[in-house]
């Protein structure tokens, strides 16, 4: 069994600065690509940013320029710098991970809420 832990959501205001961050644990042989999504209330999950093993990033049109994905290997973490936040940013974000061979595991997400 794999499972992914995400920490350093909460409340902030807007302009204001945050860093999530995810840790897998479990019985680990290797991990794929690594990302962070979100869903706000009455929407669809959105694609915020993902990356690969090796370090190559992909980042959703809405949260560019801002947000920063990076990973550390040895530990097994993705984070999530995120500055210039907007009320708009507010929702649950989750941590996803392919592990090899198991497959794709959600976190539980972790609330980001930014006020006006």
């Known amino acids: 069994q794999v499972q992914l832990v995400e920490s350093g959501g909460g409340l902030v205001q807007a302009g204001g600065s945050l860093r999530l961050s995810c840790a897998a644990s479990g019985i680990i042989f290797s991990i794929n690509d690594m990302g962070w999504y979100r869903q706000a209330p009455g929407t669809q999950r959105e694609l915020v940013a993902t990356?690969?093993?090796?370090?190559?990033?992909n980042y959703g049109d809405s949260v560019k320029g801002r947000f920063t994905i990076s990973r550390d290997n040895a530990k097994n973490t993705v984070y999530l710098q995120m500055n210039s936040l907007k009320p708009e940013d507010t929702a649950v974000y989750y941590c996803?991970?392919?592990?090899?061979?198991?497959?794709?595991?959600w976190g539980q997400g972790i609330q980001v809420t930014v006020s006006s």
């Open positions: 990356i690969t093993s090796g370090g190559s990033t």
């Open positions: 996803s991970a392919y592990f090899h061979p198991f497959g794709i595991r």
